[in-house]
């Protein structure tokens, strides 16, 4: 396979390389939205897995927003590429400017998709994170780094495109990866779909529903 449909293709052909996990109650499907969370419905649907979501926000460099310097996690879990932060020179002003507007756009999404529904416990429970794919790494690195502070039994990392040098770093912060692609040059995650138009709000709010 050189690309996919679309989210909706990805999660499915994820689902079956992920089947070993289906039908375990220790299991919850944790998608990053909103286009992780196409991909992680078809995923919970084959596994009759419970379907939740873990935001994550990207913090760009200042008109260069698709290049990040670093992601937070609604706990608050913060993490910073330096390289990338002296090489455009950042200031500590700039660094605060996005990180006040990133963090007001987590809570918006948090407080919109979840309303009062309380997050999962993940105590001992076998996380599958999901994502539509992976660029530098650095939300996935976040989200792994916060969803550790909650003591599950077991990361699964499950995205159907990543670069492969991107993968040999998450390695070592999960138990397992599952990627159909592994490009040596990523681009752009858009660029292996033939569909990848925006997930809106609507559409996560259907998926969830319907999980």
Excluded at 29 to 35: E, M
Excluded at 170 to 199: M, R
Aim: overall charge negative; aromatic content about 8%; hydrophobic content about 45%.
């Amino acid at each position: 396979m050189n690309r996919y449909d679309d989210r909706y293709q990805a999660g499915k052909i994820l689902a079956d390389q992920l089947k070993s996990y289906a039908n375990n109650p220790d299991v919850l499907i944790l998608a990053l939205p909103r286009g992780g969370v196409p991909v992680a419905y078809e995923i919970a649907k084959a596994l009759s897995a419970p379907l939740d979501i873990f935001v994550v926000r990207k913090l760009g460099v200042p008109h260069h927003e698709e290049l990040a310097f670093g992601a937070i996690a609604s706990s608050e879990a913060t993490v910073y590429n330096q390289d990338i932060i002296q090489a455009y020179q950042l200031s500590a002003s700039d660094i605060n400017a996005v990180l006040l507007k990133e963090r007001n756009e987590l809570a918006r999404r948090e407080s919109k998709y979840r309303g009062s529904k309380p997050f999962p416990d993940l105590h001992d429970k076998i996380i599958i994170l999901v994502d539509d794919g992976i660029a530098t790494g650095a939300t996935m690195r976040v989200a792994i780094k916060a969803l550790r502070h909650q003591y599950p039994q077991r990361i699964v990392l499950a995205v159907p495109v990543a670069a492969i040098s991107v993968l040999e770093e998450l390695s070592h912060l999960v138990d397992e990866i599952v990627c159909p692609i592994k490009p040596q040059d990523l681009y752009a995650v858009g660029a292996w779909y033939d569909n990848f138009s925006q997930t809106l709000d609507e559409e996560v709010f259907k998926l969830l529903e319907h999980n």
